[in-house]
């Protein structure tokens, strides 16, 4: 049985996300602040973590960086802001999806379930290495080389780049690369793909104004031209 973290200080709200996740079948334990949700992280090393952005005391951002020191767990991060830069600094941060306040339940166990079935294949590496020019993705050791050094991604940003550079020249929408790599279709913020899309331009990319590797087709989506 899974175990998934949930940490919010709504106490309505992270009862009835209990209620819900304990019917999809996970056991559920709850934090109502960063600092025991932080506790609780490392001591019962949970799958998933439902992670509230704003929290007394250490908030969901501080809580998401330091578990990124420590971990690769899976983080969930919910908000009630509308503003797009507090999503994008909680994925900068390391969390791998987020969902606005108010959700619907439904939604909330397809994240989950989409987030533990990604950190379940990410664990099944098969060794492969794809190359393009100076460019290296090695899906065994979770690197990518440039001209032989290093480059630092994150999660999102390392399975985004491997695959579309095993299936490079074709072309993706916004909605095929959130099910593939965050793993579930809903009609619904598309942006998250463009967010990792910059991040990886700025790490890979000569000319990221510009880009040659990761290009945008107009109208459809993206596609990997090296």
Same mark, same amino acid.
């Given at each position: 049985?899974?175990?998934?973290?949930?940490?919010? %200080?709504?106490?309505?709200?992270?009862?009835?996300?209990?209620? @819900?996740?304990?019917? !999809?079948?996970?056991?559920?334990?709850?934090? *109502?602040? $960063?600092?025991? !949700?932080?506790?609780?992280?490392?001591?019962?090393?949970?799958?998933?973590?439902?992670?509230?952005?704003?929290?007394?005391?250490? %908030?969901?951002?501080?809580?998401?960086?330091?578990?990124?020191?420590?971990?690769?767990?899976?983080?969930?991060?919910?908000?009630?802001?509308?503003?797009? #830069?507090?999503?994008?600094?909680?994925?900068?941060? $390391?969390?791998? %999806?987020?969902?606005?306040?108010?959700?619907?339940?439904?939604?909330?166990?397809?994240?989950?379930? /989409?987030?533990?079935?990604?950190?379940?294949?990410? #664990?099944?590496? %098969? $060794?492969?290495?794809? #190359?393009?020019?100076?460019?290296?993705?090695?899906? /065994?050791?979770?690197?990518?080389?440039?001209?032989? *050094?290093?480059?630092?991604?994150?999660?999102?940003? &390392?399975?985004?780049? *491997? &695959?579309?550079?095993? @299936?490079?020249?074709?072309?993706?929408?916004?909605?095929?690369?959130? @099910?593939?790599?965050?793993?579930?279709? &809903?009609?619904?913020? #598309?942006?998250?793909?463009?967010?990792?899309?910059?991040?990886?331009?700025?790490?890979?990319?000569? @000319?990221?104004?510009?880009?040659?590797?990761?290009?945008?087709?107009?109208?459809? !989506?993206?596609? &990997?031209? !090296?």
């Amino acid at each position: 049985m899974k175990t998934i973290l949930v940490v919010d %200080d709504e106490p309505t709200l992270a009862a009835t996300v209990r209620y @819900n996740l304990e019917q !999809g079948g996970y056991r559920v334990i709850t934090a *109502a602040d $960063g600092e025991s !949700g932080l506790s609780l992280a490392r001591s019962e090393r949970p799958d998933t973590i439902v992670l509230d952005l704003m929290l007394p005391g250490l %908030d969901g951002l501080d809580v998401c960086r330091i578990l990124r020191r420590e971990s690769s767990v899976p983080i969930l991060m919910l908000t009630a802001r509308g503003e797009e #830069t507090d999503r994008v600094v909680g994925l900068e941060l $390391g969390a791998d %999806d987020y969902l606005t306040k108010p959700f619907s339940m439904r939604e909330l166990l397809a994240r989950v379930r /989409a987030l533990l079935r990604r950190s379940e294949m990410a #664990t099944q590496v %098969d $060794g492969e290495v794809v #190359t393009c020019g100076d460019l290296e993705v090695d899906a /065994a050791r979770h690197q990518v080389r440039r001209s032989g *050094a290093e480059v630092a991604l994150k999660p999102k940003e &390392f399975e985004l780049l *491997a &695959f579309l550079m095993r @299936n490079r020249r074709r072309v993706f929408t916004r909605e095929q690369l959130l @099910n593939q790599i965050w793993g579930y279709e &809903f009609a619904g913020d #598309t942006r998250t793909v463009d967010v990792h899309v910059s991040w990886l331009r700025q790490k890979v990319e000569d @000319n990221p104004q510009h880009p040659a590797l990761i290009v945008t087709v107009r109208g459809i !989506g993206y596609r &990997f031209d !090296g």
